[in-house]
């Protein structure tokens, strides 16, 4: 399916733009998706103490 396809349809969740912005740029940024104390859980499972390198 090409991006006028979907272009086509109705927006639902993402807004006419925010989804035109996808098929631009190949990415999307999508400001305060993610609640900040669930990126704050993110980047303490991330560490380095939870994936220590083993080279």
């Given at each position: 399916m090409?991006?006028?396809?979907?272009?086509?349809?109705?927006?639902?969740?993402l807004?006419?733009?925010?989804r035109?912005?996808?098929f631009?740029?190949?990415?999307?940024?999508?400001e305060?998706?993610?609640?900040?104390?669930?990126?704050?859980?993110?980047?303490?499972?991330?560490?380095?103490?939870?994936?220590?390198?083993?080279?």
């Amino acid at each position: 399916m090409l991006a006028e396809d979907i272009l086509r349809h109705p927006a639902r969740v993402l807004s006419q733009n925010q989804r035109e912005a996808y098929f631009r740029d190949g990415f999307l940024v999508v400001e305060s998706l993610i609640p900040e104390d669930g990126i704050d859980g993110i980047n303490a499972y991330a560490s380095a103490d939870a994936f220590p390198y083993t080279g």
